[in-house]
């Protein structure tokens, strides 16, 4: 079973910020915290991932909390084209390294 | 798209037959995934790889096998192809700390 606990959809306006939350109360010392996205049906892209400390690249920022049981996606300008579903992963990366998917949040940005 | 083919992308097959569907990689990556995608469900996982002859059971592995002889091709089987393995399937490979996914292949049972 996932780890983690999305909500089914949300809305954004283009042009705010998308902030897409993640619940993973059970989360181990050694997981990381890791996001994807989907677009359409094609295969998901990584988008960012961290284990304490939050992160920021040039696609999104990390917010995870303190206690690291959850965390936030944050996309500062959305567009059109951030429209796609979003994962939240928790993973430990070692040599089997198996991404166990949830359902999801399907970020959906309108005009 | 870290050199990943998929192929065929699409396939239409009749139950009962087996269908094997190739993943291929360019960058000689160790690890390599095979994911089904379905309606209302995430990707789950239904086998992996670590290395050359070295493969193991995911989540969802039942009615599936898999063969890598090769560091850059990653087979997966379906021996006797049901309508339940109608589905969208992904391959993945790890680079890093990240893992990247081909464009999928979509299966149709009838």
């Known amino acids: 079973d996932a780890k983690t606990t999305q909500p089914p959809s949300m809305d954004c306006a283009e042009g705010r910020a998308a902030n897409l939350p993640c619940n993973h109360s059970t989360i181990s010392g050694n997981e990381y915290v890791y996001w994807y996205r989907q677009i359409h049906s094609q295969g998901p892209q990584y988008i960012i991932h961290?284990?304490?400390n939050n992160e920021t690249n040039e696609m999104a920022s990390l917010i995870i909390t303190e206690d690291r049981k959850s965390s936030t996606l944050i996309l500062p300008h959305a567009t059109l084209r951030d429209t796609a579903v979003y994962y939240c992963?928790?993973?430990?990366?070692?040599?089997?390294?198996?991404?166990?998917f949830g359902t999801g949040t399907r970020l959906q940005v309108f005009p | 798209d870290a050199g990943i083919t998929q192929s065929p992308r699409h396939k239409v097959t009749e139950t009962g037959t087996p269908v094997t569907l190739r993943c291929h990689q360019t960058e000689n990556h160790r690890y390599m995934y095979w994911y089904r995608q379905d309606p209302g469900h995430g990707l789950r996982l239904i086998h992996y790889s670590y290395g050359v002859k070295d493969t193991d059971k995911g989540e969802v592995s039942d009615g599936y096998s898999v063969s890598r002889s090769k560091t850059e091709d990653f087979l997966l089987t379906l021996e006797s192809a049901t309508s339940s393995q109608t589905s969208v399937y992904f391959c993945?490979?790890?680079?890093?700390?990240?893992?990247?996914f081909g464009q999928g292949t979509r299966l149709t049972v009838v």
């Open positions: 993945a490979i790890r680079r890093d700390t990240e893992a990247f």
């Open positions: 961290g284990l304490k």
């Open positions: 992963i928790v993973r430990v990366v070692d040599n089997t390294d198996k991404l166990i």
